[in-house]
């Protein structure tokens, strides 16, 4: 080898490694106006909606003097959350400046990988109701808990259930014969602290009576006696969900034991009853609606996005005041030449997102959580390619 390819090898590895996602951003030039609504929105019309694909190879509009790549500095300029509605319950907030394949990430992970506590054994020592046993395994299975499953580890198939993989909780309820029908509803479901309190078979038919029966569980300690239960007491979320009627005489009395898991393996463990995003609506007048035109456009609209303003003179002009209402149904755009007036569009890079919570964890952590899977995921990947 001569001493020039040798110099040369050496000089590339004195070449200092800098990520990709440290590299200062290209400068970007300016699109045309159609290039630019093609490339940023999804247009409506009155037979189908046109624009719908994104441009996402870097070198799309080289030809224009153009760079279509994002760097890390240019998304965090864009990128932000405006949260819109929060309550116990569900959250409304917008995405600003990602892809639909971010947000998708995270309405997946929300649905699939955020881990939840649910009934997963029910032992049932007597069930005369109408309903089968598998059927009142798979309801009680469904009824969200109101308890934080950070708190909780995951159990194998080989682990013992105890106090940090298992909640218990036991019921029994009856009908008196010569009685009315009664309901049982969730608020009938006792939390155990102390395990399971069902004697395995083979204690049963043991003759050294000095030693401690044996249970379902292994508990070490008493759950109430953690200083995050014992203000804050295990329960399920809503305690007037029904689980069964029973006639007279008819009697239920069984054990449910709640584990951890994901959605991805039982929609029981998922923690949002709905997450769902759309992309934010933009109505656009192209020209001034006025008079019985006005008037006209405004009753088209089922959602009310129009609104009358008074110029001056008794004038009325049709304004959009509510255009985040709009669902595109595009009735205001059918009929002759409405498409000369009004235009429909979607915003491509800003989401409303919604999360609906059952219950376990507010709509604001489930989020947060979400976003710390997404990043461990990637942190992941990147280590892979390092």
Known sequence: ?????????????????????????????????????????????????????????????????????????????????????????????????????????????????????????????????????????????????????????????????????????????????????????????????????????????????????????????????LPEFSKNPIAPKHPDIIIAKLGPGQEIELEAHAVKGMGKTHAKWSPVATAWYRMLPEVVLLQEVEGNKAEELVKKCPVKVFDIEDICKGVKRAAVARPRDCTLCRECIRGDDWEKFVALQRIKDHFIFTIESTGALPPEVLFTEAVKILEDKCERVITELS
């Open 1 to 225: 080898m001569s001493s020039l390819e040798s110099n040369t090898e050496a000089d590339s590895d004195l070449t200092p490694k800098i990520p990709v996602w440290e590299l200062p951003d290209v400068p970007k030039g300016n699109l045309s106006p159609h290039l630019q609504l093609q490339r940023t929105r999804v247009v409506c019309n009155k037979e189908a909606p046109t624009n719908t694909e994104n441009v996402q190879y870097s070198g799309a509009y080289a030809a224009m003097g153009v760079d279509n790549s994002l760097g890390l500095g240019e998304f965090r300029k864009r990128f932000r959350v405006e949260v819109i509605r929060l309550t116990e319950g569900d959250m409304e907030f917008d995405l600003i400046g990602i892809d639909a394949s971010l947000a998708n990430a995270f309405r997946r992970i929300l649905i699939a990988e955020l881990p939840t506590m649910a009934i997963e054994k029910v032992l049932i020592a007597n069930n005369t109701s109408v309903i089968q046993d598998e059927v009142l395994a798979h309801r009680l299975g469904l009824i969200p808990l109101q308890v934080d499953p950070r708190l909780f580890e995951y159990m194998s198939e080989n682990d013992i259930p105890n106090e940090k993989n298992t909640i218990v909780f036991k019921l029994h309820a009856q009908c008196e014969k010569g009685g009315s029908r009664s309901t049982v509803k969730t608020d009938e479901l006792k939390w155990l602290p102390n395990g399971s309190e069902l004697l395995l078979a083979t204690e049963n038919m043991a003759s050294n009576e000095a030693s401690k029966p044996k249970t379902y569980t292994s508990f070490t300690c008493s759950q109430d006696s």
